[in-house]
Every structure is written in C-alpha cells, then in structure tokens.
C-alpha cells in the first residue's frame, strides 16, 4: 500500500491490521483526487461517488439554501473520512463539500470500498462507529440551533473546531491557539458575525479568551496561570 494511503488508515483506525492482499489491492483501487481552494469535491443532490479521506488539507462540509447562504456543518481535516452516507445508501448528497485550501483526497470507490470492508478485518465495524459519531454531532449541532442560546451554541462550535484538530498544544501559562475565523465559528453555530463578535468580547473582558490573528487564545484553567499569551 502506498505510503499516505498506509499513514491515513493507521490514523483513522488505530490497530487495524490490513492483509496483504487487501493492501495491494487498496493500492491499486484507491485513486487521489487533488482539489484547489474553493473546489467542490461533491455538491448538494450528487450521489456521493466514493468513500472519502482527506490525506491532506481540508474540507469544508456545509448546506446550501437556494437564496445562497452558507450554513457550515464542520470541517473535515487529514486524515479523516467524509461521504459515507451518501456513498453507502446511494441517496444524494443533503450537503456539499468544498476544499478551504489545496487538498488531496483519497476516494474508495465502489471496488475499493468493497476490498475495505469485505477483506479487511475490522474494518466495517469501524466504519459503523465513525458513521454513527457522525450523526450524534450533526443532532448535537439540530439540538443547539433549536433550544440552546447563543453563548451555548459559540461553545459547542468552539468544542467542534477543538475536536477537528484545530487546537494547538497548551503554551507554559495554560493557554491554546485555536485556528478558526469568526466567520467560521458563526456558521458553525447559526449566529450572526455581529452575535460571535459580541460573545468574543465578552468573554475577552472575562479573561477566557483573547482574539488573535487567524484565531483566538483559549484560557486552560487547569493547565496554568492565566496571564495573556504572547502575541503572534
């Protein structure tokens, strides 16, 4: 198997031994798809062609209305999976998925996948516990758009992008980066710009937080003083 593809795989399922055979085939059945910033790996109503996974860069997994606007679901960063339902049910896509940056892709399509879940041990079972975490984020996200308040929603975003991978190590004084736009955590959360700028400075004034470029400043209580990080 090629060396990425192998990297994904240990990544995403920690243990799985692939036999062999699976492993040669998988390195001659999976293709990679290379896509440019702001390019559609899939759009809205197209019957996922493949199984996903992003080698690397990232993906943007968001709904689209038929007035335009944008309401972003998470992101999908290497090395991790996305279109499984709509490739394994056959039904069209209810969302898009956009490059935020150049990407390449792993796409398992039908072969492939069949090698993955046929001959590969383990494999199905852990495809069922991804898709099945999937869903449980996307009813926690239904659950804070409908009863849950603005702040409660800005921290469910927060706790999304955090289990992204977005979320540098704590610095010596407790604090984190957290690589994301405000325009990002609004969509995210189904808040206004406005709304997310308000909370940011709120919580800014609370010590919690402090706004950065290309992100914030997370205050770690129990990892250290909270004294201001260093600006970047």
């Known amino acids: 198997m090629r060396d990425d593809l192998a990297a994904m795989l240990a990544a995403i399922f920690p243990g799985l031994d692939v036999p062999a055979a699976a492993s040669a085939s998988l390195a001659r059945l999976v293709s990679v798809r290379r896509l440019a910033p702001g390019a559609l790996a899939f759009a809205t109503g197209e019957v996922t062609p493949a199984l996903y996974g992003v080698l690397a860069g990232e993906i943007e997994i968001r709904f689209v209305t ?10 999908v960063p290497a090395p991790r999976l996305f279109g499984l339902a709509s490739f394994a049910s056959g039904a069209p896509s209810a969302y898009e998925a956009v490059a935020t940056r150049p990407t390449r892709l792993a796409a398992f399509g039908p072969a492939a996948y069949g090698v993955l879940v046929d001959e590969v041990p383990g494999a199905a079972r852990l495809l069922l516990q991804e898709l099945a975490l999937r869903h449980d984020g996307t009813l926690r996200l239904l659950e804070a758009a409908r009863h849950q308040s603005a702040i409660e929603r800005f921290t469910l975003a927060l706790g999304q992008l955090q289990r992204e991978g977005r979320m540098q190590p704590a610095d010596a004084a407790g604090w984190q980066f ?24 709120d919580l800014s004034r609370q010590g919690r937080l402090r706004p950065a470029y290309g992100g914030l400043w997370l205050n770690r209580p129990n990892a250290g003083p909270t004294h201001s990080p260093t600006a970047t």
């Open 66 to 75: 038929l007035d335009g606007q944008v309401s972003v679901i998470e992101h």
């Open 178 to 201: 957290l690589r994301a736009t405000q325009a990002e955590l609004a969509a995210l959360a189904g808040l206004s710009r406005q709304t997310v700028n308000e909370l940011v400075a």
